[in-house]
Structures are given as C-alpha cells and as structure tokens.
C-alpha cells in the first residue's frame, strides 16, 4: 500500500505539472491584458510601460520558467487588477465554495445513495417508480436551468428564500440544491445499479437461503461490496461540484471561487485564474488518491492486486 500511495503521489505531481503548462499557454491565447488595464487615454508608451512592469514584455520561455519556479514554491504572485497576492484572493472566497460545495455534497450524498438503496430493494413498488422518474427528470435538468427555476419559485414566486448572494443558512438552500441536484441524481444510480449487481451474486442468494433477513444482507454484505463504485463516483461528483460551482455561484451571485474565476478570466487576470485552476487540479488528485486508498480500507484485495 505504501509503494501504491508514493507512486500515485509522483503521478499527482507530474498531473499538476501538466494542468499548470497548459493553463499557462491557453490563457497567453486570450490576448494581452495590458490593454484592459490602462484608460482609455492612455498611450502606446503608457501600455509599453505597463507591460515592463507587469514583465510581460520578457520572452513567452522566460515567463514560462518563472512560472514554474513560483509554482514549485507554491507562490502564486499577485494579481494584475487588484495588485494583492492571489492567495489572499482565493483565500477569501475559497471559503464560500467549500461552504456551497458542502451543502451540495449533502443533498447529494445524504439523498442519493440512501435513494439508490431503497430503488434497488423495492424495484416494483409504485413509489419506487416514481422515485426513479424523479432522479431520470434531475439528471437531465442542466445546473444553470434548476437554479433559475428555483430563484423562479422559492425566490420570486413564493418569495420563501432569498434569490441571491451570500448571507445565513437561508442564502445557501437554493444554490445547494441546485448544485448537487444533478450528483444526487447519478449517485442513486450507481447506488442502485451496485446494490442490483450484488444481488445476482452466490453468496446472497446462499444468505437468503439461510434465513437472513433483508436488513441483515444490507447491513453486513451489500453496503460494503456496492462501495467501490459509489466510492469512485463520488470522488469524481466532489470534482464535480467544484466545476459546476462556476455556474451556480454566476446565476445565484454568489462570492466563491466561481464567481471569482469568471471575472478574472474577463479581465485576463492571469495569475487569478492560474492559482484557482492549479487549486481545483490538487483538490481532484487529492480526492482520486483518497478514494484509491478508501478501496483498500473497503476491499483489502484490492491492496494486494487481487481481482474482486
């Protein structure tokens, strides 16, 4: 387990190596950002200096290599409209996506895999049905389409929750359903394509015939042998949730890293959008490499390369 752990960690930073060149090289194609920070009266000479000043007149290599330097002892630099560190920046509104990422993450997880449980126990009853028409109808609604539907009703309509911003609890309900609406909806379905796999397995079926009740086989055999692909799943809809935090936190203003993102991107604020890319890139191999480890602590073949 342990070579498995270091050798995972040498692919992380060779991934972060990757996502931090090509961020760099893709943001240099949106143009020159000197022209958007100077007035409209500004000169030729007024934008040369800038650009010297901002060194973005020096050689794309050179540039490249201080980049990877700077990234190497975790500094970020500053950011080129607000002139204040970007870790600074991201620190303040890191604070709010991990707030709506945790609201997201419980409607997800707390709704979704009970949901895909109980779908795959009670395949034929009515309500079961209905249920699973639901979770069809939520992962086809787009993220940005719920959230407008929401400020619609609960917001404007009936007027219940506060359409946008941040604030108390209140602010958080909507934008929280709306974004882990559509991971809800994929986690009962592997909940409930896992649990249904298990179910055509020998040893459930020797389990029933020794009399075991339904609750005894999900409590001590299908809760752990459906794990590891809802684990996988929901590392990968954590990821998610991050990525789609850009739309909601557009569509309910709210102040978190999307939100963040977006106007730095308008403003070609490079450093800004370096810093919350490379950001996401640690938090998605974070999560890849703890669910790796979760598959050894659930299955502990897995740590001996044994196929399940």
Same mark, same amino acid.
């Given at each position: 387990m342990r070579?498995?752990?270091?050798r995972? !960690?040498?692919?992380?930073?060779l991934?972060?190596?990757?996502v931090g060149?090509? #961020?760099?090289?893709?943001?240099r194609?949106?143009? /020159?950002?000197t022209v958007?920070l100077?007035?409209?009266?500004a000169?030729?000479? /007024?934008?040369?200096?800038?650009?010297?000043t901002?060194?973005l007149?020096?050689p794309?290599?050179v540039q490249y290599?201080?980049?990877?330097? /700077?990234?190497?002892?975790? &500094?970020l $630099?500053?950011?080129?409209?607000r002139?204040v560190?970007v870790?600074?920046?991201?620190? %303040?509104?890191?604070?709010?996506?991990?707030?709506l990422?945790a609201?997201?993450l419980?409607?997800a997880?707390?709704?979704?895999?009970?949901?895909?449980?109980?779908?795959?126990?009670?395949?034929?009853h009515?309500v079961?049905?209905?249920l699973y028409?639901? %979770?069809?109808a939520a992962?086809? =609604?787009?993220?940005? *389409?719920?959230g407008?539907l929401?400020?619609?009703?609960f917001? %404007?309509?009936?007027? *219940?929750?506060?359409?946008s911003?941040?604030?108390?609890?209140?602010?958080?309900?909507?934008?929280?359903?709306s974004l882990?609406l559509?991971s809800? +909806?994929?986690l +009962?379905?592997?909940?409930r394509?896992a649990v249904i796999?298990e179910f055509?397995?020998?040893?459930?079926r020797? +389990?029933?015939?020794r $009399?075991?009740? =339904?609750?005894q086989l999900?409590k *001590?055999?299908l809760? @752990?042998?459906a794990?590891?692909?809802?684990?996988t799943?929901a590392a990968?809809?954590i990821?998610? !949730?991050?990525?789609?935090?850009v739309?909601?936190?557009t569509v309910?203003a *709210?102040? $978190?890293?999307?939100?963040l993102?977006?106007?730095?991107?308008?403003a &070609?604020?490079f450093p800004i959008?370096?810093? %919350?890319v490379l950001? $996401?890139a640690?938090?998605?191999i974070?999560?890849?490499?703890?669910? /790796?480890v979760l598959?050894? #602590?659930?299955?502990? @073949?897995i740590?001996?390369?044994?196929p399940?």
């Amino acid at each position: 387990m342990r070579f498995f752990i270091v050798r995972r !960690l040498g692919l992380a930073l060779l991934t972060v190596f990757g996502v931090g060149t090509l #961020i760099f090289f893709l943001q240099r194609l949106a143009g /020159d950002p000197t022209v958007l920070l100077v007035p409209e009266t500004a000169t030729q000479a /007024d934008i040369d200096t800038l650009r010297h000043t901002l060194g973005l007149d020096r050689p794309l290599y050179v540039q490249y290599l201080s980049f990877l330097w /700077d990234m190497l002892q975790l &500094r970020l $630099g500053d950011s080129l409209v607000r002139h204040v560190p970007v870790t600074s920046i991201i620190a %303040v509104h890191a604070g709010y996506t991990l707030l709506l990422a945790a609201g997201a993450l419980t409607v997800a997880a707390g709704l979704g895999i009970p949901l895909g449980a109980y779908l795959a126990l009670r395949p034929r009853h009515r309500v079961a049905r209905v249920l699973y028409g639901l %979770v069809m109808a939520a992962q086809s =609604m787009p993220t940005f *389409w719920s959230g407008i539907l929401l400020i619609l009703l609960f917001g %404007v309509t009936l007027q *219940w929750l506060p359409p946008s911003s941040a604030g108390g609890f209140s602010h958080l309900i909507m934008p929280s359903i709306s974004l882990g609406l559509l991971s809800m +909806a994929t986690l +009962a379905r592997v909940t409930r394509t896992a649990v249904i796999n298990e179910f055509g397995r020998p040893y459930i079926r020797a +389990a029933l015939a020794r $009399g075991s009740s =339904m609750w005894q086989l999900a409590k *001590w055999h299908l809760a @752990r042998n459906a794990a590891i692909p809802v684990i996988t799943i929901a590392a990968l809809e954590i990821s998610n !949730l991050l990525a789609g935090a850009v739309i909601v936190e557009t569509v309910f203003a *709210w102040p $978190g890293l999307g939100q963040l993102t977006v106007q730095a991107i308008l403003a &070609r604020d490079f450093p800004i959008v370096q810093g %919350v890319v490379l950001l $996401g890139a640690f938090v998605t191999i974070g999560l890849n490499l703890l669910a /790796d480890v979760l598959y050894g #602590i659930v299955d502990p @073949r897995i740590r001996h390369g044994e196929p399940r």
